[in-house]
């Protein structure tokens, strides 16, 4: 059917068409963002954190007494919940992924050069790596003389003074694309640091929109300060009961400390991504909403024309026109309607995307979402208009002899 009958019956309705544009194009627009926002948040839900999920738990313990050093309390708080019955082994951190102690510094491949970009520097006791279980992709673990003094000061002093790190694969990559980054000198500070080790995953404490959630530094750096988080490693089954006798026994070893925070690792995770879960929720309620509301839009629209086109109907119907001419001339009619809401909402998608790239450091749109976006449209377009269009299809020929 050709198109000009369908062009000049909608611009007898320039404004009611043109309010129809405009809500299929806010609502391309918005769907198509809030497509990639969850998108992007149910990938960081499935992120893999690199340590043995099922297997720790862990407490923060926090001391008052000033005059104990607290890494002589670390060795004696680490060596008795080793004794714990089902403790595999046992560390005490400064961070863990989800815990949202982030530390984070540049790093640089030259002395005192531009960063090239920024990565969490993790610190812990040894036996860090075996406790957290994170798993050599390439290298070694750290050996005991590299691990800085006792009495060596850490933090920023201490960063210029540590002899090695081990890195992740994605921050290796990033640093020596196509190279092997074993035995490469980077600058976190002031010193040279070479790279003995790359671990498969290590998320950081505090994920963003960025592609940099696994940019993380493991130095060999021994916790200082009076609070400190002992991770303890276990059998799935014993997490809670190692939990509680680990509270019980380091009470018992100081009582002039302060104890919280008990947890499994799936309870961190479980209450990291807790808003992003609601937030994913009241998401998709919105962008369904949207859509639903566009939806009856359009079925009252066609509706509506189908009511007031009646004898025109009838008379098309009278001189040749078939069921399905009908038919294809109202979904035709909003094909139109819709694929002009969707051009116009495509650039809205993008220019909405801009916003909230800069108010809200969000991730740029991927493109894909727009042809995606338009394909739901047009689907949802023609599925609210299949019954206004069965209906008219449906109007006898002899309609067009009665009177209006």
Request: glycine share 8%.
């Amino acid at each position: 059917m050709p198109h000009s009958p369908l062009l000049a019956s909608l611009g007898r309705h320039k404004l009611t068409v043109l309010l129809m544009v405009m809500q299929v194009a806010l609502t391309c627009a918005i769907v198509c963002n809030v497509a990639a926002i969850l998108g992007h948040r149910i990938t960081q839900l499935s992120l893999p954190s690199g340590v043995a999920e099922d297997e720790l738990v862990m407490l923060e313990s926090i001391s008052v007494d000033a005059s104990t050093d607290p890494l002589v309390r670390h060795d004696t708080d680490l060596a008795a919940l080793r004794q714990l019955p089902g403790v595999r082994s046992a560390a005490a951190v400064d961070a863990l992924p989800f815990n949202s102690n982030n530390w984070s510094n540049g790093i640089s491949l030259v002395p005192k050069g531009d960063a090239r970009l920024t990565a969490t520097a993790f610190n812990g006791t040894p036996g860090e790596l075996a406790t957290l279980g994170l798993r050599l992709a390439a290298g070694r673990d750290f050996l005991p003389e590299e691990y800085l003094p006792l009495g060596a000061a850490q933090d920023w002093t201490g960063i210029n003074k540590v002899p090695s790190t081990i890195v992740t694969s994605a921050l290796a990559q990033q640093l020596f694309p196509g190279q092997d980054p074993l035995g490469k000198v980077i600058y976190p500070g002031d010193g040279p640091v070479r790279i003995v080790g790359v671990v498969d995953h290590l998320l950081r404490p505090t994920l963003d929109e960025t592609a940099g959630n696994e940019y993380a530094t493991v130095f060999p750096m021994l916790p200082d300060d009076g609070r400190v988080t002992y991770v303890m490693r276990t059998a799935p089954q014993d997490r809670e009961r190692v939990l509680q006798q680990a509270m019980a026994r380091l009470a018992q070893l100081d009582s002039n400390r302060v104890l919280r925070r008990p947890q499994t690792f799936a309870q961190l995770r479980e209450d990291y991504f807790r808003r992003d879960r609601t937030m994913i929720s009241l998401l998709l309620a919105a962008a369904f909403g949207l859509l639903l509301v566009t939806a009856a839009g359009i079925a009252g629209l066609a509706s509506f024309w189908v009511q007031q086109r009646r004898r025109s109907i009838g008379i098309r119907r009278a001189v040749g026109a078939t069921r399905h001419d009908i038919l294809r001339y109202v979904q035709a009619e909003n094909f139109l309607i819709v694929s002009g809401g969707v051009l116009l909402g495509a650039a809205l998608a993008y220019a909405l995307n801009v916003m909230l790239m800069q108010r809200y450091a969000l991730q740029r749109l991927p493109a894909f979402y727009v042809p995606l976006g338009a394909a739901a449209l047009w689907l949802l377009g023609q599925l609210a208009v299949l019954g206004p269009a069965r209906r008219a299809a449906a109007v006898p020929p002899v309609v067009a002899t009665r009177s209006g």
